[in-house]
């Protein structure tokens, strides 16, 4: 399974995808996520499962279960949108809440053992060198604390520029 993350209006996802293969799992902003709160209930309540009910609580479980994750998110300070890193700050289920030391940092330990590619494109106008650089180290850092091998990055300056980057999904 493969896994669109996006921060687009519904329009502006269908001009884009017209057209969206079955073996995808579409995440988009319908309103109702809710923050994480740091708990810890998707680690020592319902492990590996948000105690949140709001239809963003399979994260972990989501992405147990992928092989590649897709992003498109508007560059806002070289970070990803609200939305977006919301989603990925629910996705913490996916790991454990014990620590191991990796490169002489501290990171949670893998709960599952699936490598994931991911790939992320940012769109924005008058995106920055500063926001570019920003944006691809937490990309990489990202990856780094998900044990995600491989990732690519792109930035466009509008959705115009992004639909001839993103390949049909």
């Known amino acids: 399974m493969n896994i669109l993350i996006h921060d687009l209006s519904n329009m502006q996802f269908q001009s884009l995808f017209p057209e969206v293969c079955n073996n995808v799992h579409i995440i988009q902003d319908n309103g109702t996520i809710k923050h994480c709160t740091g708990?810890?209930?998707?680690?020592?309540?319902?492990p590996g499962k948000?105690?949140?009910k709001d239809g963003y609580d399979n994260m972990g479980e989501l992405l147990s279960n992928s092989a590649k994750v897709t992003i498109i998110s508007r560059c806002l300070y070289g970070c990803y949108s609200p939305f977006v890193k919301n989603v990925?700050?629910?996705s913490i289920p996916w790991l454990l809440p014990f620590f191991k030391?990796?490169?002489?940092?501290?990171?949670?330990?893998?709960?599952?053992?699936?490598n994931i590619q991911l790939t992320v494109h940012f769109y924005g106008e008058k995106i920055t060198t500063e926001?570019?650089?920003?944006?691809?180290?937490?990309?990489?850092?990202?990856?780094?604390?998900?044990?995600m091998k491989n990732y690519?990055?792109?930035f466009s300056n509008s959705l115009e520029e992004l639909s001839g980057k993103v390949i049909a999904i």
Do not use: P, Q
């Open 39 to 46: 708990c810890f209930g998707c680690w020592i309540k319902t």
């Open 152 to 154: 690519e990055i792109s």
């Open 50 to 52: 948000c105690v949140l």
């Open 88 to 90: 990925l700050d629910r």
């Open 101 to 114: 030391i990796k490169n002489n940092e501290t990171h949670h330990k893998r709960r599952y053992r699936n």
């Open 131 to 147: 926001e570019r650089e920003t944006a691809e180290k937490l990309v990489k850092a990202n990856c780094n604390n998900f044990y």
